[in-house]
């Protein structure tokens, strides 16, 4: 998982495979960044090709998190396989989803 | 220190690594640590006793070989002792080897041995359930060695010239106790972590047993209802998990079955797959259709959901009468309709978010019918997503073709077949996901 930032924003290049082996590990890396003060966060999915419903949970509960201390989480980049997969649980309509790191990062301005 | 003093030394040091060898092999037997568990019962008390005080009686022997006077290497049996089997042990095992020493030279440095095992059990007391460490046992024994040997240099002028390097021995007691307590401890640790692995493994067991007896197993599963014709698997990747089905009658009318997937694997997601099948079966109500039911579980799972948990569900009621099936999605993939000529159809899905994520939602709903012989088959992603070894998804795709080739749409048939399809195509690999599938064959008299 690749960590970087434009501003103030933080962006984190999430892995080829998101499943419930990895899935813990990635959710305290990203909650270690937003307990740290990351209120503004684009998480590209350039990269990923999977996620099962172990990762989905991560990003809900992500999501939850910082809408509760007032940041925002937006997700860009998804492939048309994985974002199938956000569509079919229903979770396209919970998560801001832009196509471009470029769109997503327009989103803070 | 002289050339024969170092050799003198080497050959007790030798000795004492013999003993613990020796020692190392006893308490490795299966019959030793049932004697060290509870090991203030007065019946392993004395046990413990006996084998401090043959290994006190081991030092005395060696001691006849070489020098009388040497005490060390018969102290190592009742320090450890006390260490480990406490003041009782330590003063019996004393006295065994001081005794024997009395018997065998008729030195009164003999009673030091018997000191040592009371000593010892003093400083054991005060530690009271604290286990005491190898090196805190090093430390007493160099302790009292040194104490001993200004003690025997004031009053034991029988032998000075053996008496100046008898400091020199010290070492002997202090790594015979040290070696003797590390072992032991090694033991008891050893033994605590495989009784907790073994305690969590058959809790796992239990759960495992407990989450398959929630599932309905027995096929078929309603002998006098000729109209159903139905199977379903659920294969978790570990003891337990987070997919679910059920089935039952609503009326005598309406059949009502889901399918589900939580997020996740093991206790967490098991837990969370018992809570919704106990909500589904709670709100799947004569009159109630399955978007409602959907509706109302989901509101229930919303509350108190910190964990961000989350479970798709595909839900459905067949009228047994008609083979009309009204259906409602929470999220889940869709299932497929195989109908009795041979044609596969993906079942058109309306919206509806996973259960669990958003409270005061309401869900889609969407219907079909049924012919004689179609069948309706669910599953959960751990199906499409099996791996092989070389991380290759079975997929949905393949799945379809699965079906395709199934000879029947008789649904124990289709079921089985599919499950050996995955099997292969996995090919030994580790099963990441739960998997889990039913299907329905809508099995209706021929009308006359």
Known sequence: ?109 | MTAAAANFLISLIDDTCILMVVVYCIIRTPFFYPILKDRAKPWKQLLLTLFFGAVSCYGVFIAALTDHTIISISMIGPIAGAMIGGIWVGAGAGLAGAALGFYVNGTASQSAVLLAGIMAGLYRLRKKDNPVSAANAAVFTAGYEIFVHIVLFFFDQARPQINAFIPATAPVSILGVAGFVFIFEKLVEERQTSASKELIESELRIASDIQMGIVPKTFPPFPNLPEIELYAVLKPAREVGGDLYDFFLIDCDHFFFAIGDVSGKGMPAALFMAVTRTLLKANAEPGISPDITLKRVNDVLCRGNDASMFVTVFCGILNIRTGEVVYSNAGHNPPYVYRSNGILETVRMPEGMALGVMEDISYGQDRLVLGRGDAMIAYTDGVSEAMDISFNQFSSERLEKTIETAATTESRGIIRHIMEDVERFAAGAEQSDDITLLSLTYTPEPQR
Request: glycine share 8%.
């Open chain 1, 1 to 109: 998982m690749e960590v970087g930032s434009v501003g103030d924003v933080n962006v984190v290049t999430i892995l080829q495979r998101i499943d419930a082996y990895n899935a813990k590990e990635l959710e305290d890396k990203l909650n270690e960044m937003v307990s740290g003060g990351a209120g503004k966060l684009v998480c590209d999915f350039e990269k990923n090709e999977y996620i099962s419903s172990a990762g989905l949970r991560v990003f809900l509960a992500l999501l939850k998190s910082m809408k509760r201390s007032g940041g925002e989480l937006v997700l860009c980049s998804l492939q048309p396989s994985v974002k199938s997969i956000f569509d079919m649980a229903g979770f396209s309509r919970l998560f801001k989803i832009f196509n471009s790191r470029d769109e997503a990062l327009k989103n803070f301005l």
